[in-house]
Nanobody, 120 residues
Framework: QVQVVESGGGLVQAGGSLRLSCAAS????????MGWYRQAPGKQRELVAT???????NYADSLKGRFTISRDNAKNTVYLQMNTLKPEDTAVYYC??????????????WGQGTQVTVSS
């Protein structure tokens, strides 16, 4: 059994900051890429950022400079530092981990999502 659990969402005023965390736990053999997507009301889910096990990062172009993804491999945890938040950043933020369970193949496991609301 594998669990991916996000935390850190909430309500913040425009210009403020939030830090999201996401931890993968369970019978994990290895984790490759971890990352964040988001889905705003009435819109498709979109990439926010990803990070590989060796620390290579990838960001949505529109978020570069405001969002920073990082990772603690020892804790199987990925973080998303979000600065200078805007109302258009309001969305449910989903974490995923591309991992291999003991005795199984690689698969993307998703969290339940955490709500981020930015007020103007």
């Amino acid at each position: 059994q594998v669990q991916v659990v996000e935390s850190g969402g909430g309500l913040v005023q425009a210009g403020g900051s939030l830090r999201l965390s996401c931890a993968a736990s369970g019978s994990i053999a290895s984790i490759n890429t971890m990352g964040w997507y988001r889905q705003a009301p009435g819109k498709q889910r979109e990439l926010v950022a990803t990070i590989t096990s060796d620390g290579t990062t990838n960001y949505a172009d529109s978020l570069k400079g405001r969002f920073t993804i990082s990772r603690d491999n020892a804790k199987n945890t990925v973080y998303l530092q979000m600065n200078t938040l805007k109302p258009e950043d309001t969305a449910v933020y989903y974490c995923y981990a591309n991992l291999r369970r003991l005795g199984a193949t690689w698969y993307n496991y998703w969290g339940q999502g955490t709500q981020v609301t930015v007020s103007s």
